[in-house]
């Protein structure tokens, strides 16, 4: 990708390699390893009688919080400050937040932090691709787009390597090791976020509706996209326990699940923009829901390991897959107007953080109150998208789309 030149002779050359770059780590870190890393992390953290099972399940909901309060914190904290100072910020501050959980003084103390490294995950979710796409030509946003949301299964993937690895020397230092490789992600992506006000002009896309859409279409769209974060969360955060614990398959085992699941997220932003190019986003929100609907349920319908391969692989892909496929779907129907572009995207991201914390809330106490039963939660994620396919349905036929 060669570089991009902003209008103007006074602004800096904007590289975008280097841009996709900073905007990869940040969501690596952020959410790949912020969020996800956790998830590995939870056995051991059982094991080690750091917290009990219902508590670490509360704290892995702590970060989702977070990132709630961040995304609902995101524009605020821009207007105050520059946004690649606030980028900044929000890598250390995850950073940090990592080095802190080494040691678990206390249960208020643990959960301040995976809150906090959950607020940092949010504002970069916010802030971090549209500050380099908006510098990018529409020519090449898709390939943009979905390396920087690549990042988030580069975390996953590397959670479930590193993690194992790390835990040989111990829970602390495993922290610890997160904490360091974190510091060193956000220098090497420090200096190549781009700098003045994106000169680039936004060109409808190629499967963009002609008529504008309705009221009731962009509001379907967010009760859409906040369902399909409960879908998320069974996988999310009880995965590897399922795999450890639940099928007594061991810590290794929930591990290489957890690898297949980064697999799966690194190739499904890819995937899913290369879906939307060839039929258009609204079939391929469809195509997402479908498949997310039936992959969530196949840990409980006795299929064994292959079902739980092809569950974990198709999961893993639409955890970050959903994310471009629905900002192309507000872009889209949204076309002619796009100043209100990211408004409603904002309004898109803060609804989904919304129902996934409380959805990771409400899943840790329903698993807590059936005793672990694992089964419960993957049905109620399938019956969340279940309602998110009827809703796009009916506002569909209803605006004639």
Known sequence: MQNATLGGTSAAPFNAWRATLSAASASLIGIGFARFA?????????GAHWFAASTAAYLGAANLGGYLAGALGARALARYAPTVTILRAMMLLTAVAFLACAWPLSFLWFF???????????????????????????????????AIFAGIGLGIAASGTLVPLLLRQGLSQTWIGLGVVSLALSVVGWRGWPSGTPAVAVAPTAHAHRRPASSLTLRALYLE????AVVLVPHMIFLVDYVARGLGKGLDAGAHFWVLYGLGAILGPIFAGHLADRIGFGRALRVAYVSQIVAVLLPVLGLGLPGLIVSSLVMGAFTPGIVPLVLGRVNELLVHHPSAQKGAWSTATTSFATLQAGAAYGMSFLFAATRGNYAVLFVVGSAAMTVALVVNLVAARRDGR
């Open 112 to 146: 301040s932090w995976r809150f906090a490294s959950g607020f940092s995950g949010g504002v970069l979710m916010v802030l971090a691709a549209p500050t380099v796409l908006g510098h990018v030509p529409p020519s090449r946003r898709g390939i943009v787009s979905g």
């Open 38 to 46: 956790y998830t590995a992390l939870l056995p051991a953290i059982i």
């Open 225 to 228: 996209y906040a369902l399909n």
